[in-house]
């Protein structure tokens, strides 16, 4: 035991080669532990093993995946030896274990990284007011102590403030946002992120304002004849049980079609019927699927359309349903039939763009029946587009046209994220940490694919934050950038211009636990603690579970948390700290756990999650109140979830709009106008309307993408291909959660990141797997290694999501395969980032091969 007691601490202080250190972080991987000796590192003997303690700790698994599985950790004196999955009780398809995919298996390699930023840092050639700005990115960094980090930051955002005012400090934080509220404020920012255009548009119009409470629950699901899914992959994006759900609902009998530009691994999985259908067109298959609707309905032979309910449910679908005051000619029937513009939203119409062939749209139409049980899924894919804020009202009206809503089997809504595939409110939930909200008194908030323009360019368009007000035009100089959240820098459209405006202000600062992106332009570099260097936390998943992780080890070597951050900022630049952070993480945990709630048995009443004594409230050393709950705290601590069980015929089922569809009097929509679905929504139209961004009417209507199928050609009428002829989507892809994990090892030798090109293409551009291929848009350049594919349509590239850039400054390619230094700052609609609009060029590359990410030198400072 002696021989391997403060392991970490033993690592932190020597100085460790990289080799050496290697070896030392992946010791777990070979299960062989290591002792500290001098500045080398030796094995220890078996008989040293069977003397220490081992563990089973629940850890974090703490990434925006959308799994939230559970996470176990063998730690000996704070070293991990092996991970494991969710074994509480034995698993059945009712009730599931929460099992870790290959990224929550890997989190150990993050943890205990080489990589691991070990030591505040600050860029050499900085100097109060930014020094020389142009070396950000490429210049050296210098270690320093905390001391001299915060002193000189809390400097500069004091100068800046008295130069410039508080409408100069944008911070992208939920800690020291919070400070810099106290101290006057700072400049926030806002965006659609993942949900694209299903963030506004289904809340107003009376549809889904939450992610899948679109859908009925997993084991109603089971009951529908068919699952017709458009840009879902929950086997790669959500690594849980989502795709588990779908197999019983296979198992069940129902048949599945995927409409997709990609036959991704969910559908190989279901064994799903393919439609292709091109990225940034789902408007114009939806518009031809409503016309067959239209067309081939029959009530006594062939009945498609339930009448009934768009009556009584509705408003907007045709002339006698339209509200007062709208001009009736505006109605969705209409439209569709080409009654006023003359154009006939048909089959054939939509198939110029989307590559559907007219019969298989005509197919999908009459998949469709109202009498058959069907399930309509979407994930967020098909939404984050531009010019396409009126497709979920569009969805909304295919599944009221058929019917599919409000009834056993019958569904059409978002299966997206943690609770694909489970629709419903959440039945275990954490309690609240005990924070106070702290007022921002400056109101400025940037888009986010509006932000970085608006530093480079000293404006922007202000419409609340995401409050979608009137557009207002507002000169803005902003002179710090400060990273806590995210990193904004890598995951947000425009790269390129987002590296241009982090060059151009007087301070950059980034918390961060490897030199990622945010900090890899920055001019101060914070070291953070993980989770599993924290006391704890709750995590939530699917609506049926509760997550507790516990710290595995103490924080690695200067490494602090971001709340002792901003409390140490704070009394540098005269804020009391305690204004934000009364009480300390332990508390916060506390409270969360205390607070938790579990769903009774009768599917609606609720009572307190955890039973906690007064023992428990002096050993963790807090202040709270005994209370009785379902499972005790030490219990669930040990076990590390707490899950319902689910049976058939249980009370915690979810039919989703059940009661507005029975009685929509007694149970209106409550966000919508005129309590009903609203085909036509003026107040969506105004809203968008006055954003100021683009235009929409009160009906989905058909709008030319910006930078989709139609820009591929210098000539639409003609199809003539332009300059960038190819559409490029980004999938999420295994080896990360959006960029993080891209770092690990064991992900990058097993995931090797490739750009995927149809046969067809790739035989057209003489690119064979393994060629190095330049990608090439309006806004950037980036190198991958190809993979020839049948399972994305010609004229589709799949780039995917989240690798982290790595810039040749000489040639302006980015080598790491970077999907936003493809996209551009643009904005439309609602201020959505349309990742998927996107369009290239791709060729053969002649310089020399792109070098495999796994064997690139890792980004290991000091």
Known sequence: MTQITNFIDKISNLNLSRRNFIKASTAAAAILPLAGCGNTLMKTSADNIATMEERWITAACWHNCGGRCLNKALVVDGVVLRQKGDDTHPDSPNYPQQRACIRGRSQRQQVFGADRLKYPMRRKNWAPGGGKKELRGNDEWVRISWDEALDAISGEIKRIKEEKGNRALFADSANVSKVLSLYGGCVSHWGTTSRGNWTYTPDVIGYSPESNSGINDRLDMRNCDTVIMFGMNPA?????????????????????????????????LLDAEWIPCRPVTDTALLLGIAHTLLQEDNPTTNPLIDWEFLKKNTIGFDAESMPEGSDSKENFKDYVLGTYDGIPKTAEWASESTGVEPNRIRYLAKALNKNKKVAILTGWASARTHNTDNLPQLFMTIGAMTGHMGKSGHMCGISCHSRAGNGGAMLVAPGSNGLPAVKNPVDDSFNDTEMWKAIVDGQYNFTGQQKYLKSETRKIDIGLIYHELSSKLQTRAGMTKGIEAHRKVDLVVSHSQFLTTNSKYADFVLPVTTEWEKPGGLLTGNREILIMYSQ??????????????????????????????????????????????????????????????????????????????????????????????????????????????????????????????????????????????????????????????????????????????????????????????????????????????????????????????????????????????????????????????????????????????LNGPLTSGQGVSGWNSCVVNIEKYSDAPLTPDVNKSQRIIF
């Open 236 to 268: 790669w994006s959500s690594a849980g049980n989502p795709a588990y759900n779908f197999m019983q609902v296979k198992n069940a009998g129902a048949e599945f079609i995927a409409v997709d530009p990609y036959y991704n691994d969910t559908y190989a």
């Open 552 to 821: 595995i080890t103490k924080p690695m070597y200067e490494c602090q948390d971001d709340q002792w951050i901003a409390k140490e900022l704070a009394k540098r630049i005269g804020v009391d700290p305690t204004k934000a952070f009364p009480i300390d993480y332990t508390q916060q945990f506390f409270n969360q756990i205390a607070g938790a709630t579990t769903t009774n048995e009768d599917g609606v009443t609720k009572e307190p999650l955890v039973t906690i004594t007064a023992a428990d409230i002096a050993e963790w050393k807090v202040k709270g109140k005994p209370q009785q709950g379902r499972i005790g705290l030490k219990e669930f601590q040990e076990k590390g979830i707490y899950q319902i069980e689910r049976k058939v015929g249980d009370n915690y089922g979810f039919i989703a709009f059940k009661d507005f569809r029975d009685d929509p009097v007694a149970k209106p929509r409550k966000n919508s106008a005129s309590g009903k679905m609203e085909i036509y929504s003026q107040v969506l139209a105004n809203t968008i309307n006055d954003m100021g961004y683009s235009k929409i009417k009160g009906v989905p209507t058909h709008i030319s993408p910006v930078e989709g199928y139609e820009e591929t050609f210098k000539d639409w009428k003609g199809k003539v291909k332009g300059d960038y002829p190819y559409q490029v989507i980004n999938p999420h892809y295994l080896r990360r959660s959006h960029s993080v994990f891209d770092n690990v090892q064991w992900l990058r030798e097993t995931w090797p990141n490739p750009v995927f090109i149809s046969a067809k293409d790739a035989q057209e551009k003489g690119i064979v797997d393994g060629n190095t291929v330049l990608l090439t848009s309006k806004h950037g350049k980036t190198l991958r290694t190809a993979l020839v594919t049948e399972r994305f349509m010609p004229g589709i590239v799949g780039l995917l999501h989240g690798s982290w850039v790595d810039m040749d400054e000489k040639t302006g390619i980015d080598t790491g395969g970077a999907d936003n230094i």
